[in-house]
């Protein structure tokens, strides 16, 4: 069993996390209707701000589904808040995202020229473009009144929302009338000081953003919806952010920090879920544990499949290589990698692990928006917020409690099927082994496809820790200083050559040209 004895906390400000602050309820809210559902409650709670920070925002998101009839449409809900509190003014700032994503997302262009969703005169929606060259603003952050947030892996958006059952066949996962795939992910809750510096974090993007300040909330009331349980009271949590250098704002690799000293810490076992799976620095650290004798027990969660072809030859195959890293560490038997399946799936389709989460050892536990990516340490903004139980029984029990939650739902059982398991078998993996049915599931992922040493190169670009610069990406392809000296027009050409290229390289490397 875990350690028990006070520790040293982890939490250092300024370098692994921006803000240590006290909670007085702590909540962990796991996939899409029930974060939807505590979120339409909130708001119904708030009285002057809701400020949402977000990747991906769309007012024709369906937020509920009760009793077999749909809910109201999130732009509908909104307007209509801003309709009955006359006091109340909500703040939406989305990534002003690149072309590529705009089949998948509601048109900026559209809503600022007053066609489709028409929001609210006290709704303010604006699309944040303070990024570097290839990087998105990632963090996903709601505040209520200054006096509740939440942080998480979860967008207001479409395509989000489902039950933790992840049925293959529910009727209600549409958009545009056609069906999506099962969905997993996860927010935590927080109130007092650490909702406002959640909020303080909110107020800086929007300020940088649109040059303009959101006031602070004056009214001191309690917008913590009762149906809500906090599984923790009256605690300390850390605030940890990831920001690209972008003048005149130094860089922020607070998450990346606390990721190395979470593993550094670990003594018995390290559970993750995360969508991704090929920071290098992370993968260095895992490897490290895995390489010790008796050192701790590795469990990775993730997806089966990646979204297309494109990011299954760029981000699929750096997963495969980290992973293959990680076996080659393994000799003791201590790591494997699973993705949650059920039988009916659609062909060419997965139960999507979204989720950003890690905890160690009964002691450590965060939840964010931080994916276990390479762009996530350095090029993205990011949010995780995380607690420490310096052998606190009751925050270890929590944290226990969830991590047992989360892998019961993934392999259909309930909580207590699975902690008798893991008592009777004493390790994470054999307990989920033992576990594995022909229903739903955890399966390991096996049978891992090899690439060249090209194919790993080329698609290294897709997943940079800093913005890449023309040159350096110019140097990459061997243009050398004859292209550092060329005009600058032809300099943009060969930028635009050099990306059609990598594209055409990628469609004849993995075969999908043929």
């Not at 090029?379 to 929590?398: H, I, N, P, S, Y």
């Not at 790993?456 to 050398?480: C, H, K, N, Y």
Request: net charge negative; aromatic share 8%.
């Amino acid at each position: 069993m875990p350690d028990s004895r006070p520790q040293e906390s982890i939490f250092q400000e300024g370098r692994n996390c921006r803000r240590i602050a006290h909670a007085g309820r702590v909540a962990f809210v796991v996939d899409g209707e029930d974060y939807f559902k505590v979120f339409m409650q909130a708001a119904e709670r708030a009285t002057e701000s809701i400020i949402l920070l977000a990747w991906d925002f769309n007012s024709s998101a369906r937020l509920s589904f009760d009793g077999g009839s749909d809910g109201p449409m999130l732009g509908d809900f909104l307007n209509d808040l801003a309709k009955r509190k006359r006091h109340l003014r909500i703040y939406i700032l989305d990534w002003d995202f690149p072309a590529i994503y705009a089949s998948d997302r509601e048109s900026p262009a559209l809503v600022k020229l007053g066609w489709g969703w028409k929001p609210h005169r006290r709704v303010h929606l604006k699309f944040d473009n303070t990024h570097p060259p290839g990087g998105s603003h990632h963090q996903k952050i709601l505040v209520i009144d200054d006096a509740l947030a939440f942080c998480g892996g979860l967008d207001l958006t479409c395509q989000r929302w489902d039950t933790s059952r992840h049925t293959f066949d529910d009727p209600r996962r549409m958009t545009r009338d056609k069906p999506y795939p099962p969905f997993h992910d996860m927010m935590i809750a927080v109130d007092g000081e650490a909702a406002r510096e959640l909020g303080a974090i909110a107020r800086e993007r929007w300020r940088c953003a649109t040059k303009k300040e959101i006031p602070g909330a004056r009214d001191q009331h309690d917008p913590w919806p009762p149906e809500l349980e906090p599984e923790l009271t009256d605690m300390q949590v850390a605030i940890s952010c990831t920001a690209p250098q972008c003048e005149p704002h130094d860089e922020v690799r607070e998450i990346e920090a606390l990721y190395l000293d979470m593993i550094s810490r670990a003594k018995h076992y390290i559970y993750i879920e995360n969508q991704y799976f090929t920071a290098h620095k992370i993968g260095e650290a895992l490897a490290a544990r895995l390489k010790e004798p008796g050192g701790p027990e590795i469990i990775v969660v993730t997806r089966l499949l990646s979204h297309g072809w494109l990011e299954e030859n760029t981000m699929g195959v750096l997963r495969n290589k980290m992973i293959e890293r990680m076996r080659a560490a393994d000799s003791e038997g201590r790591f494997q990698v699973y993705f949650p399946h059920m039988p009916g799936l659609a062909a060419e389709t997965c139960i999507d692990v979204h989720s950003k989460m890690m905890a160690v050892d009964d002691e450590f536990l965060r939840i964010g928006s931080a994916n276990l990516a390479n762009r996530s340490m350095g090029l993205d903004t990011e949010c995780d917020v995380a607690l420490e139980a310096r052998g606190d029984a009751k925050v270890m029990q929590a944290i226990r409690r969830f991590r047992d939650r989360l892998i019961a739902e993934h392999l259909g059982v309930e909580v207590e099927a699975f902690v008798r398991e893991l008592k009777d078998k004493g390790s994470l993996q054999h307990a989920i082994a033992s576990l594995h049915s022909e229903e739903r599931t955890l399966e390991p992922l096996v049978n891992l496809e090899h690439y060249s040493d090209a194919a790993i190169s080329a698609a290294e670009w897709t997943d940079p820790e800093r913005a890449v610069g023309i040159d350096r990406l110019m140097a990459q392809f061997s243009f050398g200083a004859e292209f550092h000296r060329a005009p600058r027009a032809w300099r943009k050409l060969g930028l635009v050559t050099v990306l059609l290229a990598g594209l055409a390289a990628i469609w004849r490397l993995t075969g999908l040209g043929k």
